[in-house]
């Protein structure tokens, strides 16, 4: 089994920043692309940004020159730095991780329980 754990949510004012940490934890033989989803109410869950086990990044348009994606391959863990918030980046923010339990399994995707950040105007 395998855990993901989000910390770092909070409020913040729009212009400020915040920064969001997720852990993976349990039987990891090893994890390749982690990334951040965020939803808000009444929407659908959307990607932010991701990143390979290479460290090559990938981030949705709305979040590009403001956020940034990173990994601690060694600890199983992704950060998302977020800067410049806006009131629309208010939503649950979700880590997930495409990991493999084993040499000889698929790898499956796990998910965090979220955090939320909101952003005041």
């Known amino acids: 089994q395998v855990q993901l754990v989000e910390s770092g949510g909070g409020l913040v004012q729009a212009g400020g920043s915040l920064r969001l940490s997720c852990a993976a934890s349990g039987s990891i033989f090893s994890t390749n692309a982690m990334s951040w989803y965020r939803q808000a109410p009444g929407k659908q869950r959307e990607l932010v940004a991701a990143?390979?086990?290479?460290?090559?990044?990938n981030y949705a348009d709305s979040v590009k020159g403001r956020f940034t994606i990173s990994r601690a391959n060694a600890k199983n863990s992704v950060n998302l730095q977020m800067n410049s918030l806006k009131p629309e980046d208010t939503a649950v923010y979700y880590c997930a991780a495409n990991v493999r339990t084993a040499s000889y399994k698929r790898p499956s995707d796990y998910w965090g329980q979220g955090t939320q950040v909101t952003v005041s105007s």
């Open positions: 990143i390979t086990s290479g460290g090559s990044t």
